[in-house]
Structures are given as structure tokens and as C-alpha cells.
């Protein structure tokens, strides 16, 4: 008998990290196509007669970062309802929510066929898709980490930052290929609305694989118990948006805002820009599944400090490097290559991390809310304050230094965290998590 419960208790876990992980990936390939193609949807959603292509981008910016500031909003909303109701419904709803405001994209008019309208139009289906985002993050993350064996939530929470690389690489790749197979007008007139619509048939799949998951244990045990006082949630809440924050920043600034700075600033074609992206994509996905697996042993404090602290002593570096001309194309793929590896030093420990920091009961609202807060103000605003402040300093230096400073700023937050590791599994196994 106690095989076959452990054998169903298996299968049920794997079952919860292939929903989770699978449709966390097409979220998040669906949520990255936008940024990706963002110099062109300028051209098309944000420049009338007369209007200059800075303009426009600051614009296609401004809708972007206007997204991030509705995950909160999406954090709040579906994290009361997968702590009330159930993880499995919130996964189902914002899988549901991002494909069809996804591939509403793919087929609205542009500025030339709906006028003023069709800027609005986009703006609207941004906000549906950063509603979904912000609940996407909790939902995910507590279905995999409240089925993870003892000693492994690092690695299991690790596997929801491994699935944001790879569909932020998946809209890379395929943005890239549309470059190669397609002329630059083709692209510019239909072939940007592919990867769009592409999200129907993939969020059809996902949803599927949601419905047939089962509700987690954690909440099962926990929905009878007494609720924390909002104040101890709120301080966590803070506190775990503090620790992130150059997680959030470092991670948009090199892995999405990196195309157009390069095409902006630093006079790249369109497809060597997606190309930069696909490596940086790449060193992102190799290092956060070990960095998940190293912080169950040695600590989350440890791997995440380690990350932090490479990104203040080498974004200015590294950024130095693409603006060389004299210095290859390998090397310049070996730095942005190794952007993006830092940064995932942070990202695979960070969703067991945040949540550790919250009680089964509020985990869905608290760690969504400590992820959507931090992701609005330090990414959701990265390529709009980058692309505002390049264009009034006249400094290429902009995004090294934006990097550098929020993760700067997290290194104090990140040291308030425990150094013990597998200890917190010990921890939460006897019934002593808390908010902090």
C-alpha cells in the first residue's frame, strides 16, 4: 500500500510540473513575442504622419511597462482566488486569458488601417496579457513547489524560471527565423503577426494539460487555517519584491530590452539583434536549473548573493565589450551569452525562495504579489526608462548601469535570507513556515 501512495503521489507531482512548467512556457513565449517584435509594432501601432521612431519606441515602451503594472492587479486578483479556491482553476483561467488576448494581437489593424484606435486596441489586450502574468507566477509556482519531495524545491522552483527562458527563447527563435526565411517587408507588413497567432493552437494544448491537473496537498491541508495578519503578509511581500529586484531588472535589461537597444543605440540589424537575444536566452536556461539544485544544498541566500554580485562587477564590462567594434562576433556572443547565465544564478533559486517566505494558506497571493510588484517597477519599466534615458543623456552605458544598481540594491535583502537550505524543507515540513 505505501508503494502504490508513493507511486500515485509521483505521478501526481510529475503531472503538476508538466502542467505548471508546460504552460508557464507558452505563457511566457506568448508574453515575450510583444517585446521582441517591439521596433516594428513602434512602426506600426505608435508612428503617425510626422512621428519620430524614438517616439514611437518610447510609446511601444509605455504600453509594455503599462502591462507589467496590471500583473500586480492580475497577482492580487487570481492569488486570492487560487488561496481561496484552488490552484488548478487559476492555472486553467490565465492560460485561457493570455492565449486569446495573445492572438487577438496577431489581427488587430495597425495605425495606417484604424487611426488613433488601433494604439488603444493594443494597450487593452497588453493589459489582459499583464493581468494573466500576474497570475501565472503564483498559481505555477505554488503547484510546483507544493508537490516537491523534501530537500528538492529548489529544483522543482527552479523549472518555472527554466520554462520563462525557454519561451522567451522560443519567441527569440521564432522571431529570429522569421527574420532569415522573410524580407524585411514581408516582415514589417505580415509576418510579425505569425508568432501571435501561433499562440492559439499552443494555448489550446496547455490548457488541456491544466484541466486534468490535480488541486496540491498544501492547500488541501492548509484552506481550514487561520489566515496571517495582512501586516506580517505585507512586510513579506516587500521584502521578497526587495530580494528580486535586480533578478527582474538584470533579467529584462539583457534578455527582452536587449533587440532594440541594440538596433536603437548600437546600429544592429534586426536579425543580429535577435540573434544576441537567443544567446543570452540560451546562458539564462543552462544555469538555472543547477543554480535551483545548488541552492537546495548550499542555500538560497548563497546562489542568489553569488548572481547579484556578478552582475554589479560585470554589466558595465559586458557591455563595453558590444560596443567595441574591433572585438569579434564570438566574443560578443560569448558576453551576452554570459549575461544571461548570471542572471540565472538568481532566477533558479528565486521562486522556492519567495515561496518559502509565505504559509501555504496566503502563498499564491503573497509570493505573485512579491513577483508582480517587483517585476512592474524593475521590468515592466526597463526598456522604457533605457530607451528615455539613452535618448536624453546620449550614453550607450545606460542599461550596465540599471542592471547594476537594482541588483546592488538587493544585496542587502538577499542577505536577510537564512543560509540553512534544506533546513527550510526540515522547517516547513514540521509546520513552522513563515511570512519573512
Given amino acids: 500500500m505505501t508503494f502504490i501512495h508513493h507511486t500515485g503521489e509521483t505521478r501526481r507531482g510529475r503531472r503538476a510540473l508538466v502542467a505548471g512548467s508546460v504552460g508557464n512556457l507558452i505563457e511566457w513565449y506568448e508574453f515575450g513575442v510583444y517585446g521582441y517584435f517591439a521596433t516594428i509594432i513602434a512602426a506600426r501601432f505608435f508612428t503617425p504622419e510626422g512621428g519620430s521612431e524614438a ?102 522552483g527552479s523549472l518555472q524560471s527554466f520554462t520563462v527562458a525557454l519561451g522567451l527563447l522560443a519567441g527569440a527563435g521564432a522571431a529570429a527565423l522569421l527574420a532569415t526565411v522573410l524580407t524585411e517587408e514581408q516582415l514589417g507588413s505580415w509576418g510579425w503577426r505569425l508568432p501571435f497567432l501561433l499562440t492559439l493552437p499552443l494555448g489550446l494544448g496547455a490548457l488541456w494539460l491544466r484541466l486534468r491537473l490535480d488541486e496540491t496537498p498544501a492547500f488541501m491541508a492548509e484552506a481550514a487555517r487561520e489566515t496571517p495578519p495582512p501586516r506580517e503578509v505585507a512586510r513579506a511581500v516587500v521584502l521578497g519584491a526587495g530580494r528580486i529586484m535586480g533578478w527582474a531588472a538584470a533579467g529584462y535589461t539583457f534578455l527582452v530590452v536587449l533587440p532594440s537597444y541594440l538596433q536603437s543605440s548600437l546600429g544592429a540589424t534586426f536579425q543580429q539583434a535577435l540573434v544576441a537575444t537567443v544567446l543570452a536566452n540560451l546562458g539564462f536556461a543552462v544555469t538555472i536549473v543547477p543554480a535551483g539544485l545548488l541552492s537546495d544544498l548550499l542555500g538560497r541566500r548563497t546562489v542568489m548573493l553569488t548572481g547579484a554580485v556578478l552582475v554589479v562587477v560585470l554589466a558595465v564590462p559586458l557591455l563595453n565589450l558590444l560596443q567595441e567594434s574591433g572585438v569579434s562576433n564570438t566574443v560578443k556572443g560569448v558576453a551576452v551569452f554570459g549575461a544571461g547565465a548570471v542572471v540565472g544564478l538568481m532566477a533558479g533559486p528565486g521562486p522556492a525562495m519567495l515561496s518559502e517566505m509565505f504559509p501555504a494558506r496566503v502563498r499564491c497571493t503573497g509570493l505573485g504579489l512579491a513577483y508582480a510588484l517587483s517585476n512592474a517597477v524593475f521590468s515592466g519599466c526597463a526598456g522604457l526608462i533605457i530607451t528615455e534615458t539613452i535618448e536624453r543623456t546620449g550614453s550607450v552605458d545606460i542599461p550596465a548601469y540599471y542592471a547594476a544598481v537594482t541588483c546592488a540594491v538587493s544585496v542587502p535583502a538577499l542577505l536577510t535570507l537564512s543560509g540553512r537550505g534544506v533546513a527550510e524543507e526540515a522547517e516547513e515540513k514540521a509546520g513552522r513556515t513563515e511570512c519573512g
Fill in 55 to 156: 517616439e514611437a519606441l518610447v510609446k511601444t515602451y509605455a504600453s509594455f511597462a503599462l502591462a507589467f503594472f496590471f500583473r500586480p492587479v492580475g497577482a492580487a486578483l487570481f492569488g486570492r482566488l487560487g488561496d481561496r479556491v484552488g490552484r488548478r482553476p487559476v492555472l486553467v483561467l490565465v492560460i485561457t486569458l493570455m492565449t486569446v488576448a495573445t492572438a487577438l494581437i496577431g489581427v488587430l489593424p495597425t495605425y495606417a488601417q484604424a487611426g488613433a484606435l488601433a494604439p488603444w486596441l493594443l494597450t487593452f489586450l497588453r493589459v489582459l496579457q499583464g493581468l494573466s502574468a500576474g497570475g501565472e507566477f503564483g498559481g505555477a509556482v505554488s503547484v510546483m513547489t507544493e508537490f516537491a519531495p523534501p530537500g528538492r524545491r529548489g529544483l522543482y
